[in-house]
């Protein structure tokens, strides 16, 4: 038997899609506006799904704190105000939302266990959805 808990937060944050594996005209034809060297910012939508037994005498899959508390720690405390470009996991990797999902899910999951992670998801826009579900 297994059940699923989903919470939404809301992170803001600034970035700029570039890459030093590309060329000053590659970037701009890769990426567009959104290579911009000032940057611009998104009101994200992070939504964490937690899933596993319901626990009997608590009939809950997590407590609502406990994954209010590593999410504060993990995620919105480490970006949220913040330029993504400047934090150490995106030095080497694009800051898509594409990678925020991954970087979000790694840094949730082994803060998480016993529970399980089971999926990232995150709105950057009104029509853009990302999802990570971890490496499987
Ligand atoms: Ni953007």
Same mark, same amino acid.
């Given at each position: ?82 330029? &993504?470009?400047?934090?150490? *996991?995106?030095?080497? #990797?694009?800051?898509? @939302? +594409? $990678? ?11 803060? &998480?266990?016993?529970?399980? *992670?089971?999926?990232? #998801?995150?709105?950057? @826009? +009104? $029509? ?9």
């Amino acid at each position: 038997m297994k059940a699923y808990f989903t919470r939404a937060y809301t992170l803001c944050a600034s970035h700029r899609l570039h890459t030093e594996a590309l060329t000053t005209a590659e970037n701009r034809a890769t990426f567009g506006k959104c290579n911009n060297p000032y940057g611009h910012g998104h009101n994200y939508r992070i939504e964490v799904t937690v899933g596993g037994q319901v626990e009997p005498n608590t009939g809950m899959v997590i407590n609502m704190e406990t994954l209010d508390k590593v999410v504060g720690e993990q995620i919105i405390q480490r970006f949220d105000h913040m330029n &993504l470009n400047l934090d150490p *996991l995106f030095a080497h #990797r694009v800051s898509t @939302t +594409e $990678n925020l999902c991954i970087v979000a899910f790694d840094l949730l999951a082994a803060a &998480l266990t016993p529970a399980i *992670l089971e999926k990232v #998801r995150i709105e950057e @826009t +009104e $029509n853009n959805f990302f999802e990570y579900s971890g490496a499987r």
